[in-house]
């Protein structure tokens, strides 16, 4: 089955899952989410999907200064993402064991 | 310290830029939100995972774009054509209309839409003026002709008006259907003065009872002919005219009605009275020649002799030479053989 269809409706709670847990910057986030299993996810996506929460208020942002490298963009999670999170996060408890039931269902 | 993290590699400085290229229809804010703090991340996969991990940098900026929730401008940029062109048709249309229900302008176009049945009928009419002008099919009269008759003229002129009607009453729906329409509409109105201009109006105005039916069709070509040459002939609107048409030849008649030939005119300052010289007749297969006096050319005797028309831009198109040729210039004949007598309250003279 191709995982990544899957993938582009679970991501964004997928990143504010990890987001949550710790500040990070994209490659950190990616790193952590390919980690957690999510080994097929693009970085662009993942950068992608950071952008897009940043602008819709769900992440903030900051700069963290380097003094060896390019500076690193770190994001946080806001009010508004805890919320999303949250809701997303019912959400696909709910979806999965409805789904989970079915193939349940199917399978005796 | 990692080495490789004091700078930001060349590899991704370029594969930045080339991301940043695919950006360049977003705004500066949304492409520097997209790319800021890129090449810190690709440092960093290029670190763990090497320079080939990088990958294609349009597809990259893809993925991105996509991920960011941007993709309804990546769909409007790759909109099919199809779409694109319904999407002007219908702004521009959406324009119109707005200017059009204006308090001043609303009722001039309300009224102007209750004629739109009279511009299918034109337009059906434009269409079919226009094959035949395209056809060459001379004379162009108000009712096309196509072929030498009006026989085919007038039920193809009927179907086209049947077909512009079914036409303007429905709406369409598909693209090129649209784009068909609207061409054709702007085309009829296009092509109207060129087909106006070709249109031998004359044709339903001269009905002179001194010339037969068919002498008015071989006048009317003649013209027709000459209206091409124009083009071609500098000072074509020297010469004697009649109802604004050149004149080709004159013929006289005395007060008994008979035929004179030689006449010699003259206008009120004793000027000759001369024909355009470049004036050919029927189908420029012959042209008027001079009468002579000591060997020149006398170019107000009337009738003309006609001969050949020679095509020769460099001689004009008559040489002194036909008149010893198998087939010298001729006297015309007369349109009619006679006139009715003439004569003036106290008698002739």
Excluded: C
């Amino acid at each position: 089955m191709d995982t990544t269809q899957l993938l582009k409706g679970v991501l964004d709670l997928a990143v504010l899952a990890v987001v949550d847990a710790e500040d990070g910057y994209g490659y950190d986030v990616l790193r952590r989410l390919r980690a957690g299993g999510l080994t097929e996810v693009g970085d662009a996506s993942v950068y992608g999907t950071l952008r897009r929460l940043y602008s819709s208020g769900a992440l903030t942002s900051y700069v963290v200064p380097s003094d060896e490298g390019p500076h690193r963009k770190y994001y946080g999670i806001t009010t508004t993402g805890r919320a999303q999170l949250k809701q997303q996060r019912e959400d696909w408890d709910h979806f999965s064991a409805t789904v989970t039931g079915l193939l349940q269902g199917v399978a005796s | 310290m990692n080495e490789s993290l004091t700078a930001v590699r060349p590899e991704v400085v370029d594969f930045v830029a080339a991301v940043r290229a695919r950006l360049a229809d977003l705004s500066e804010d949304e492409r520097e939100e997209l790319v800021g703090g890129l090449d810190a991340d690709l440092t960093e996969l290029v670190d763990d995972r090497g320079v080939d991990a990088l990958g294609d940098p349009a597809a990259y900026a893809e993925e991105l774009r996509a991920a960011a929730g941007l993709s309804p401008g990546v769909a409007r940029l790759r909109a099919p054509i199809g779409a694109r062109v319904t999407g002007w048709i219908d702004t521009v249309g959406e324009r119109w209309h707005r200017l059009v229900s204006r308090d001043g302008v609303r009722p001039v176009w309300e009224f102007l839409v209750t004629l739109r049945p009279v511009w299918w009928v034109i337009r059906a009419w434009i269409v079919v003026e226009a094959i035949d002008v395209w056809w060459g099919g001379a004379p162009f009269t108000i009712v096309p002709s196509i072929t030498d008759g009006i026989a085919l003229g007038v039920p193809v002129l009927l179907a086209a008006v049947v077909a512009s009607v079914l036409l303007g009453r429905r709406r369409f729906e598909r693209t090129w259907l649209r784009l068909l329409v609207l061409t054709g509409n702007v085309g009829a109105v296009l092509v109207f003065p060129h087909v106006a201009d070709h249109l031998e109006w004359r044709n339903q105005t001269d009905t002179g009872p001194a010339y037969s039916k068919g002498w008015n069709h071989g006048y009317n070509q003649a013209s027709s002919d000459f209206q091409a040459e124009t083009l071609v002939v500098a000072g074509a609107s020297d010469g004697l005219a009649f109802n604004g048409q050149p004149v080709i030849n004159v013929f006289p008649y005395d007060a008994n009605g008979k035929p004179l030939t030689g006449v010699q005119l003259f206008n009120e300052n004793g000027d000759p009275l001369v024909l355009n010289k470049n004036m050919a007749t029927e189908e420029r297969k012959s042209i008027t020649y001079p009468w002579l006096r000591s060997g020149a050319g006398v170019w107000n005797v009337f009738p003309m002799p006609v001969g050949p028309w020679l095509d020769d831009p460099n001689k004009g198109f008559r040489d002194d030479i036909a008149w010893f040729s198998p087939t010298p210039p001729t006297l015309p004949v007369s349109p009619v053989a006679e006139v009715r007598p003439v004569s003036l309250p106290k008698g002739p003279r």
